[in-house]
């Protein structure tokens, strides 16, 4: 009756601990593709083309260098409270809530809002070369999406242990 109930809790953990490990590894991996993008608009903006006028202004960059340290502030952040280091599921799966929550509602604000004028921050995602949109809405949705599942294990992971929990309470009475 109980090696049923350890083995799926055993499963989700390890399930959880490489989900919170792959979101780490993609928050920290569009922080490089945005110092990339940094570096490759203040070359754009420091030795014009003839004939050439920017889109954006250093104050343009300086919100994608926001943007920047965020992500890799998230990144380290999720690193460390991984799941390997505690068993408070719960709390990791409403932390991966609130975060994903957060990332859908900036990129509808930022890449999806239709009017540009009405926004606090400038509307600032220019494309610094070709590939520049592709990168972003893959690495962008990847987060979500990894992010959102990651946050869903977790919330099981805890069930399985409070159904553990529950039958070893019963199995000592």
Known sequence: MEAPHTKKLLSLSASARRQVLSCSVLFGLYSFYLLIEVLDFLALLHSKEPDYSA????????????????????????AIINPKRTDNYILLGIILAAITLFRIIMVYYLYHYSEPTYHFVPYIYKLANPLSNFFRFTFIYLQIIITLIASITCFRAYSASR??????????T
């Not at 250093?58 to 992500?71: D, G, N, Q, R």
């Not at 159904?163 to 000592?172: A, I, N, Y």
């Open 163 to 172: 159904k553990l929990q529950v039958e070893k309470s019963r199995m000592d």
């Open 55 to 78: 889109t954006y202004t250093i104050v343009h960059v300086a919100y994608f260098m926001v943007e920047m340290v965020v992500c890799l502030g998230l990144a380290l952040w999720i």
